[in-house]
């Protein structure tokens, strides 16, 4: 329903990206995407390309007055840095200065080489980059847009950064995943988050690298997104694969994910009630019952997604992410593939850790998920189309609508 292409090398001149599918009249400003692409800068334990790489934005098209027109839009991020990429990234024929003969442990690198059958890993190594995560924002600046036409907030935060935990109980509200980007590691638990800079700050002191989780939440979402009927259409399934295709990512899970699988049926799944509606001081389940089609659950395990639908109740998957494959201090043991002696991989500049930016990308992706099955269940051409048609079906499950009045068209 929604689709998106890149293109476009880490240290090319841009990154280019196509959205295709978004409905007219949605409200869009270069800002918006430059905010976003703001957010995937952030985090503790960065390397020194984040304090320099800008993300200049320009809308090549789809949009006019600030709204889009319903045609494909088309987004292009100048790389800051190409100016000394020029002769090494040069599109026109030629050689480059260096080539890297060293693959990385961990990295596309060697396979990536033998595959294309290249000589040198910088032509695997330039697309296999996570900067390409840049490109991908900007289409979920998109999504998240479109999704707040209707009420849902996609946001995420850091729950475990290498050996460091965050506490965690209920699922975080809007307001309390807001203040995530407050923290330096996108953490927020204030403990937790002062351990993961500690364990970063020692990681790079050793010229290692540290993994971690980021969980997603989204607040708002309807009962009915995804389906049973095929493979395919499972909610779930879509969530894993993107968040899957994020670059070092090794695992996803949807709720309470693999500790599901130790645990008792009676103990595995959330009761059904019925919703309470909201009386004159506001008591009872509100929104959520108003999602739910009149039915809501107290506990919250199985992450929002039943039988690859929506359940109405917010949707919480968790992305772990491997150390980056690249050192500081090169360690792991790999080939010349000319010579083939055995030697250690070439050091790159790189980041100590990248999981609070990962946890934006996964937000990004999240959303461009949710969106596209939004615009499956409701349609429309234009954002008023698709607003009223999410209204009608609502009520269509007999519930009242009034608590997603918000949302309401104008
Ligand atoms: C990356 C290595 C680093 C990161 C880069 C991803 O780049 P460089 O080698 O140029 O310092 O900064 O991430 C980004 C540029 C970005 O925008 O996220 C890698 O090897 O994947």
Same mark, same amino acid.
Request: contains cysteine.
């Given at each position: 329903?929604?689709?998106? @292409?890149?293109? $476009?090398?880490? +240290? =090319? #001149?841009? /990154?280019?990206?196509? %959205?295709?599918?978004?409905? &007219?009249?949605?409200?869009?400003?270069?800002?918006?995407?430059?905010?976003?692409?703001?957010?995937?800068?952030?985090?503790?334990?960065?390397?020194?390309?984040?304090?320099?790489?800008?993300?200049?934005?320009? @809308?090549?098209? $789809?949009?006019? +007055? =600030? #709204?889009? /027109?319903?045609?494909? %839009?088309?987004?292009?991020? &100048?790389?800051?840095?190409?100016?000394?990429?020029?002769?090494?990234?040069?599109?026109?024929?030629?050689?480059?200065?260096?080539?890297?003969?060293?693959?990385?442990?961990?990295?596309?690198?060697?396979?990536?080489?033998?595959?294309?059958?290249?000589?040198?890993?910088?032509?695997?190594?330039?697309?296999?980059?996570?900067?390409?995560?840049?490109?991908?924002?900007?289409?979920?600046?998109?999504?998240?847009?479109?999704?707040?036409?209707?009420?849902?907030?996609?946001?995420?935060?850091?729950?475990?950064?290498?050996?460091?935990?965050?506490?965690?109980?209920?699922?975080?509200?809007?307001?309390?995943?807001?203040?995530?980007?407050?923290?330096?590691?996108?953490?927020?638990?204030?403990?937790?988050?002062?351990?993961?800079?500690?364990?970063?700050?020692?990681?790079?002191?050793?010229?290692?690298?540290?993994?971690?989780?980021?969980?997603?939440?989204?607040?708002?979402?309807?009962?009915?997104?995804?389906?049973?009927?095929?493979?395919?259409?499972?909610?779930?399934?879509?969530?894993?694969?993107?968040?899957?295709?994020?670059?070092?990512?090794?695992?996803?899970?949807?709720?309470?994910?693999?500790?599901?699988?130790?645990?008792?049926?009676?103990?595995?799944?959330?009761?059904?009630?019925?919703?309470?509606?909201?009386?004159?001081?506001?008591?009872?389940?509100?929104?959520?019952?108003?999602?739910?089609?009149?039915?809501?659950?107290?506990?919250?395990?199985?992450?929002?997604?039943?039988?690859?639908?929506?359940?109405?109740?917010?949707?919480?998957?968790?992305?772990?992410?491997?150390?980056?494959?690249?050192?500081?201090?090169?360690?792991?043991?790999?080939?010349?593939?000319?010579?083939?002696?055995?030697?250690?991989?070439?050091?790159?500049?790189?980041?100590?850790?990248?999981?609070?930016?990962?946890?934006?990308?996964?937000?990004?992706?999240?959303?461009?998920?949710?969106?596209?099955?939004?615009?499956?269940?409701?349609?429309?051409?234009?954002?008023?189309?698709?607003?009223?048609?999410?209204?009608?079906?609502?009520?269509?499950?007999?519930?009242?609508?009034?608590?997603?009045?918000?949302?309401?068209?104008?």
């Amino acid at each position: 329903m929604l689709r998106f @292409l890149t293109a $476009g090398e880490s +240290h =090319g #001149r841009a /990154l280019v990206v196509i %959205v295709e599918g978004l409905p &007219a009249g949605l409200r869009v400003t270069a800002e918006d995407i430059q905010r976003g692409l703001a957010r995937r800068r952030l985090g503790f334990g960065r390397g020194p390309r984040m304090r320099f790489e800008q993300d200049e934005i320009t @809308l090549l098209g $789809g949009i006019r +007055h =600030g #709204r889009t /027109l319903g045609s494909p %839009v088309a987004i292009e991020i &100048a790389n800051t840095e190409w100016p000394k990429w020029v002769q090494e990234m040069s599109p026109e024929p030629g050689l480059p200065s260096t080539v890297l003969t060293q693959p990385r442990p961990g990295h596309a690198d060697l396979s990536g080489m033998l595959k294309y059958g290249f000589d040198d890993a910088r032509d695997v190594l330039e697309r296999a980059s996570a900067r390409e995560t840049a490109a991908r924002v900007a289409a979920g600046t998109l999504a998240k847009l479109l999704l707040g036409e209707i009420g849902v907030d996609v946001l995420s935060h850091v729950v475990q950064l290498g050996p460091e935990r965050a506490a965690s109980d209920a699922v975080p509200s809007v307001a309390e995943l807001a203040e995530a980007d407050t923290s330096e590691v996108r953490c927020t638990d204030a403990a937790a988050s002062a351990r993961m800079v500690a364990a970063i700050r020692a990681a790079a002191k050793a010229g290692d690298s540290l993994g971690g989780v980021a969980e997603v939440v989204a607040h708002g979402v309807p009962v009915g997104l995804g389906s049973y009927v095929h493979w395919d259409r499972r909610l779930d399934g879509l969530l894993a694969q993107s968040l899957m295709s994020i670059q070092a990512i090794k695992a996803v899970e949807i709720g309470d994910g693999a500790e599901l699988s130790a645990r008792r049926g009676s103990v595995a799944h959330d009761s059904i009630r019925a919703a309470v509606p909201d009386d004159r001081d506001g008591a009872g389940d509100g929104e959520l019952g108003v999602l739910g089609g009149g039915y809501v659950r107290d506990t919250h395990r199985a992450g929002g997604v039943e039988g690859g639908i929506s359940t109405g109740a917010p949707i919480v998957v968790r992305a772990s992410m491997k150390p980056l494959a690249t050192l500081n201090r090169p360690t792991l043991g790999t080939v010349d593939v000319v010579t083939k002696e055995s030697t250690v991989s070439f050091k790159e500049r790189t980041d100590v850790t990248a999981v609070p930016a990962m946890g934006v990308v996964a937000e990004t992706m999240v959303a461009l998920v949710l969106a596209s099955e939004a615009l499956r269940k409701f349609g429309g051409d234009s954002v008023e189309e698709f607003r009223r048609n999410r209204l009608g079906y609502l009520a269509s499950l007999g519930v009242a609508t009034s608590a997603a009045g918000s949302h309401a068209p104008a």
